[in-house]
């Protein structure tokens, strides 16, 4: 099974999720997309009731940032990561300009697919997926700086729009991702807490997992 990385950031580096309603769309957006069926703009399944789904990809981790977003699929179809990825994007696109009065291209360019070929890089992508958020609050963590490790924890456990909770045993989205792959690596919440502890408190580990785009 190969696993991939993708990314995409919206033209311009543009915010893309501007309120709350817009962060569920995106996220409601990787279940209802994740079909080979077609779904209409509403979310609706076209003449086919929703046992009948064909998902595209499995989705082990997810990041939804404020001006780009952080996947680490596997496919499922061939040719699915593709479909999956071009119904994401065309769909939130044609929502966001709807519900802004806007024209025009949201993402920049087509999205980054890397694949996931290395184990230390299988190791630490789901960390870096995770701790992207803390570029809101707690940007030191990726020169291993953070001092006050209780504002880091604080603040990603508060940040509903990744698979962060659902590893560490909180449902946020259970039915977006699949937690198999990625359990056993990832481990009980405690050993989560002490790994992410250690990266945005040294330099090495921080720098290691923070360029992993």
């Given at each position: 099974?190969?696993?991939?990385?993708?990314?995409?950031?919206?033209?311009?580096?543009?915010?893309?999720?501007?309120?709350?309603?817009?962060?569920?769309?995106?996220?409601?957006?990787?279940?209802?997309?994740?079909?080979?069926?077609?779904?209409?703009?509403?979310?609706?399944?076209?003449?086919?009731?929703?046992?009948?789904?064909?998902?595209?990809?499995?989705?082990?981790a997810f990041c939804l940032m404020p001006n780009h977003y952080h996947?680490?699929?596997?496919?499922?179809?061939?040719?699915?990561?593709?479909?999956?990825?071009?119904?994401?994007?065309?769909?939130?696109?044609?929502?966001?300009?709807?519900?802004?009065?806007?024209?025009?291209?949201l993402w920049q360019g087509t999205f980054r697919k890397i694949l996931?070929?290395?184990?230390?890089?299988?190791?630490?992508?789901?960390?870096?997926?995770?701790?992207?958020?803390?570029?809101?609050?707690?940007?030191?963590?990726?020169?291993?700086?953070?001092?006050?490790?209780?504002?880091?924890?604080?603040?990603?456990?508060?940040?509903?729009?990744?698979?962060?909770?659902?590893?560490?045993?909180?449902?946020?989205?259970?039915?977006?991702?699949?937690?198999?792959?990625?359990?056993?690596?990832?481990?009980?919440?405690a050993k989560q807490r002490q790994v992410i502890k250690d990266i945005?408190?040294?330099?090495?580990?921080?720098?290691?997992?923070?360029?992993?785009?």
């Amino acid at each position: 099974m190969e696993i991939y990385h993708l990314l995409n950031r919206g033209v311009e580096k543009r915010n893309v999720v501007l309120d709350e309603a817009d962060h569920i769309r995106f996220v409601h957006d990787l279940y209802a997309f994740n079909d080979r069926n077609d779904v209409d703009p509403n979310h609706r399944f076209r003449n086919l009731p929703v046992s009948n789904r064909a998902p595209l990809v499995e989705l082990h981790a997810f990041c939804l940032m404020p001006n780009h977003y952080h996947l680490l699929v596997s496919e499922l179809q061939e040719g699915g990561i593709s479909l999956f990825m071009r119904k994401l994007n065309m769909g939130y696109a044609k929502y966001f300009n709807e519900k802004y009065d806007r024209a025009g291209v949201l993402w920049q360019g087509t999205f980054r697919k890397i694949l996931i070929n290395r184990d230390a890089h299988f190791l630490h992508i789901p960390y870096y997926i995770h701790l992207n958020p803390l570029d809101l609050a707690v940007p030191e963590w990726r020169a291993g700086k953070v001092k006050n490790i209780s504002r880091v924890f604080d603040y990603l456990n508060t940040y509903r729009w990744s698979s962060y909770l659902d590893y560490s045993g909180v449902k946020n989205f259970p039915s977006i991702i699949d937690q198999d792959l990625l359990s056993d690596t990832l481990g009980s919440a405690a050993k989560q807490r002490q790994v992410i502890k250690d990266i945005v408190t040294h330099a090495e580990l921080a720098a290691r997992a923070s360029k992993l785009e």
